[in-house]
């Protein structure tokens, strides 16, 4: 176990659909990051938040969006979805910060399935 | 751009062999490199990580990594595998810009097949 939680495990929904996943990084970890893993993709980093705030970003679609909120949870919003979304999407967390370890905990994952 | 290789996409060993997954990585400076491992439904496990220092670094359930700069390698070792060893195993390279402000890339993954 990680201490990285993610809700939903599982979630299936329709095309043009909007959805929001949750990730809890691990306890005293500022950074969460965001990663999406299919078949023809791979693992492809999105977006990072670092304490709040957005730190960078990978190739997020701009039908997706995250935030970070004052406890450091995070959410994932994927809206108008097409059958292309469907994937793991995975949330990460590591204490990255100037000077201290950088290396990034997995959550178990959100399996997204769009019919 | 960083870009990570993993040459082999199935590699299949018997039980109690040794085991070597090959992983090249194309980055300007010394990158941070991991090796994550990935079970069937499950999230990824932190296997090790190479920052600097020693260049053959340990990590857990018996695995080890060399990094050779002049190889842009950093490959990972078992000297014994076991049956629960199957799994998908990815490796990542990492920037550091101060605040470990960026994602990691990841490569392709190879997948480990033991046979009894």
């Known amino acids: 176990d990680s201490g990285v939680t993610q809700t939903p495990k599982h979630l299936i929904t329709a095309t043009g659909q909007r959805v929001t996943l949750r990730c809890s990084p691990r306890?005293?970890?500022?950074?969460v990051y965001w990663y999406q893993q299919s078949l023809d993709q791979g693992l492809q980093f999105l977006i990072q938040y670092y304490n709040g705030e957005e730190r960078a970003k990978g190739n997020i679609l701009e039908r997706f969006s995250a935030q970070q909120f004052p406890d450091l949870h995070s959410e994932l919003n994927l809206s108008s979805l097409e059958l292309g979304d469907s994937a793991l999407y995975f949330c990460?967390?590591?204490?990255?910060?100037?000077?201290?370890?950088?290396?990034?905990?997995f959550g178990p994952g959100t399996r997204l399935t769009v019919t | 751009a960083q870009s990570v290789t993993q040459p082999d996409i199935h590699i299949t060993v018997s039980e109690g062999a040794s085991l070597e997954l090959r992983c090249n990585y194309s980055?300007?400076?010394?990158?941070?490199l991991f090796w994550y491992v990935q079970s069937p439904g499950q999230g990824l496990q932190l296997l090790l990580k190479?920052?600097?220092?020693?260049?053959l670094v340990q990590g857990i359930k018996g695995f080890e990594a060399e990094f050779k700069r002049s190889q842009s390698s950093f490959n990972l070792r078992k000297p014994s595998v076991h049956w629960s060893d199957a799994a998908e195993y990815f490796c990542a390279v990492g920037p550091y810009s101060g605040g470990g402000a960026d994602g990691l890339t990841f490569g392709k993954g190879t997948h480990l097949i033991i046979q009894p």
């Open positions: 990460a967390s590591s204490s990255a910060g100037t000077g201290v370890s950088y290396e990034q905990y």
């Open positions: 306890s005293g970890d500022l950074s």
């Open positions: 980055y300007g400076a010394t990158p941070y």
């Open positions: 190479y920052f600097s220092g020693d260049t």
